[in-house]
């Protein structure tokens, strides 16, 4: 609840008091300068506010390890609910000061606190670890729900409340602040990086109940041990692989898919609403076709239900960290580019805009169906196998290692 749900809530939270914070940037504007401001002075003010989230989720993600390391799991959890909090109070009082600025820095705090907040598979056991790794494209989807739900005009989407309705996740943030102390570390940074065994056993026995408990301290040694003997590939090296390019590209183009959508992007009801009554239809077709898409491309309400588990399914040990950091690179960067670009995407093609996001998806259909090898029942190598085995006009990007190797 303080990683994905915030991180969809923020997504489509966004959506329905549209309007109302372009007319608060109008009146904010006309205050200061006693003039209204240009019509694309407000179309950039508004996708900085939508982007910059982006911007700061970019940073909250690269920074993950750096505050999990210095502060423990259950400390830069903490923290990073105190940096929504403080989101939020910001975001209050923007309204009252009359600052569009504030809105942004707010927003900035917010996707910090959204892209650093995934820390939940640290003490999940190894055995429910993909299942709990589910639940965080699972409480997206509830967020992005959410979102939709207080937007409403019958909840909190009014224009005297737009400020309210951007705030509703801090809520959740205030609980982990005040129930995390009460909570354990994480049993793995206790044992691994803390060499503390008894704290880690009694981590352990306070998360899952009474027990010894060795096989599953075993189990981390283990685990540990392992990656010892294939250290992790930073991002650099991972790019300069040419045996896992086949990877790359296959998440990187799912991934990219999936934000290219149009499911994140901004609503344009009071768009429609001004246009002639040929357009009534449109939102009726839209809803159908964003239900058949979650029902035969997500795997059900998740959205992205089945990408969230295909980084552990086509890399190795050694190379899912970085495969994770570049895809997190990739995520918050495009996110940002199109909270920047769409709005002026919107104004220039209006409805038509989707037709991109339809092309994108059918490259997507088209990859997936005729490159992508199926994972069900095989072990990684077989997978690494048939990757390689991949060819295009002939030529593989292991062959062409190999030629390099043998030069």
């Keep these: 609840m303080g990683g994905s749900f915030q991180s969809g809530y923020h997504i489509t939270g966004l959506s329905s008091p549209s309007p109302y914070i372009q007319r608060f940037i109008n009146s904010s504007w006309y205050e200061r300068h006693k003039e209204p401001p240009p019509a694309h002075t407000v179309t950039m003010i508004w996708s900085l506010i939508v982007s910059m989230y982006a911007v700061g989720g970019f940073f909250g993600a690269i920074s993950v390890k750096f505050f999990s390391g210095r502060l423990g799991r259950k400390k830069a959890m903490i923290g990073n609910s105190v940096i929504a909090i403080v989101a939020a109070g910001i975001m209050l009082t923007s ?4 600052s569009f ?3 942004i820095v707010a927003r900035i705090l917010f996707g910090f606190s959204a892209g650093k907040a995934n820390e939940t598979y640290s003490i999940s056991p190894r055995k429910i670890r993909g299942a709990v790794t589910l639940t965080l494209a699972t409480f997206m989807s509830l967020g992005k729900l959410s979102g939709q739900f207080f937007g409403l005009s019958e909840i909190l989407g009014r224009e005297e409340l737009w400020d309210i309705v951007l705030c509703v996740p801090a809520c959740f943030s205030v609980v982990h602040v005040i129930v995390l102390p009460f909570l354990p570390e994480a049993p793995r940074y206790l044992f691994i990086e803390k060499g503390d065994d008894k704290a880690c056993k009694k981590a352990l026995q306070s998360l899952w109940g009474t027990g ?12 540990q041990a392992a990656i010892e003997a294939a250290p992790p590939k930073n991002p650099l090296q991972l790019l300069r692989d040419r045996t896992v390019r086949w990877q790359l590209i296959t998440m990187s183009l799912i991934y990219c898919c999936n934000q290219l959508s149009g499911m994140s992007a901004v609503r344009m009801e009071h768009r429609l609403n001004t246009a002639d009554d040929s357009s009534y239809w449109v939102p009726y077709i839209t ?3 964003i239900i058949l898409f979650i029902i035969f491309f997500c795997g059900g309400p998740g959205m992205s239900g089945a990408s969230a588990t295909l980084n552990s399914e086509i890399f190795i040990q050694s190379d899912r960290l970085a495969a994770l950091v570049l895809m997190g ?18 104004n220039g093609l209006s409805t038509y805009c989707f037709v991109l996001f339809a092309c994108v998806c059918l490259l997507g259909c088209f990859y997936t169906f005729f ?3 199926e994972t069900k029942g095989k072990t990684l190598l077989e997978i690494s196998e048939e990757f390689k085995a991949i060819t295009l006009c002939g030529k593989s990007f292991s062959e062409t290692e190999r030629v390099e190797t043998k030069l």
């Design 212 to 223: 010894d408990y060795k096989q599953e301290m075993d189990e981390m040694l283990i685990e």
């Design 371 to 373: 490159l992508l090898p």
């Design 329 to 346: 690179i990739q995520r918050w960067l495009l996110f940002a580019v199109l909270g920047l670009v769409f709005p002026f995407l919107i």
């Design 287 to 289: 809803a159908g076709l």
């Design 95 to 98: 309204k009252r000061a009359n």
């Design 101 to 103: 600025e504030m809105i």
